[in-house]
Nanobody, 124 residues
Framework: QVQLVESGGGLVQAGGFLRLSCAVS????????MGWFRQAPGKDREFVGG????????NYADSVKGRFTISRDNAKNTVYLQMNSLKPEDTAVYYC?????????????????WGQGTQVTVSS
């Protein structure tokens, strides 16, 4: 069974930064594509970014491109989301997700495993 646990959320002022972590249990972490999603109240869950199993490829939503960076440490079974220049519209619950394979999937339904989420609140 694969389990994902996010951490690092919190309250930050606009312009600030946070780094989210997602620790993954399971001996095949290095073969998973990892994604970050977020969901604001009353809105659908949306793709933030993803990283391939080898960390050789990443992709990002246009809304976060240039501000957010995804990285992973396969030795630690952990994926990170560095969020800089945060805006109030970044406020949401952030989730990490995993799926085996080599593609960078964009849709929530394409991922098999999910964390419980961590709240990020950006004040203006």
């Amino acid at each position: 069974q694969v389990q994902l646990v996010e951490s690092g959320g919190g309250l930050v002022q606009a312009g600030g930064f946070l780094r989210l972590s997602c620790a993954v249990s399971g001996r095949t972490f290095s073969t998973y594509t990892m994604g970050w999603f977020r969901q604001a109240p009353g809105k659908d869950r949306e793709f933030v970014g993803g990283i391939s199993w080898s960390a050789g490829r990443t992709n990002y939503a246009d809304s976060v491109k240039g501000r957010f960076t995804i990285s992973r440490d396969n030795a630690k079974n952990t994926v990170y989301l560095q969020m800089n220049s945060l805006k109030p519209e970044d406020t949401a619950v952030y989730y990490c997700a995993a799926r085996g394979g080599i593609r960078l999937w964009l849709e929530p339904e394409e991922y098999d495993y999910w964390g419980q989420g961590t709240q990020v609140t950006v004040s203006s």
